[in-house]
């Protein structure tokens, strides 16, 4: 567990559980929204800023999904995503994103799965919402679909505005990415992988308005 574990006992009392949780950037925004947070991921995360294990996320899933109030999954992306044609083949990277959601479905607890557009686009996810860093206010896009247990709809985000001062068309370094998704605490490294904590929080307010709960 990291040495700089951010506290528990949120305002709301509701745990969620980030499988393949990264470095933390989606376990942040659930943890402004009010949440305990939990994360799990199958490598060490020594700057994850909340309780973590060291496990396989479909097999802690399956074994303590049910515990928890929500479950959230980022199911890794390689097979999917456009990058992985450029750098290698994407056949050399396993589908988890089926046996995440079957394992996530099986505890009976409401769920999120996040990953690259890609997955809508070949049917893997269901893109009920997408989600851009502009439409938050981010100076970067990073385009995430999101699938949930309740299948969408909910308050709408306003529409992408990819302008052309954003980070990809002035082409600053990783750390500018890092500091502009707010996952400051990560590395330049881990930054590469993560999502702008703004998503799952703008996430975790659609789900406490269908429990009919207030955000933090």
Known sequence: ??????????PNGLRVLDLCCGAGGLSMGYYLAGFDVVGVDTAPMPN????????DGIDYA???????????GSWPCERWATVTKWRG???????LIGPGRAAMQASG???VIE?????ATAGILRPDYLLCGTQFGLNLRRHRVFETSWGGGGDLVAPCWHRKDLLAFVHKGERAYADAMGCTWMTNLEARKAVPPA??????AQFLALEGRAAA
């Not at 994850?48 to 496990?55: E, K, R, T, V, W």
């Not at 399956?62 to 959230?72: N, Q, S």
């Open 48 to 55: 994850y800023p909340f309780p973590f294990i060291q496990a």
């Open 199 to 204: 998503y799952t929080q703008w996430i975790a």
């Open 89 to 95: 083949n994407p056949g050399d990277h396993p589908d």
């Open 1 to 10: 567990m990291n040495a700089r574990v951010l506290p528990l006992r949120r």
């Open 115 to 119: 990953n690259v557009p890609e997955t």
């Open 62 to 72: 399956a074994e303590h999904g049910h515990a928890f109030d929500l479950i959230h």
């Open 109 to 111: 607890r409401p769920w």
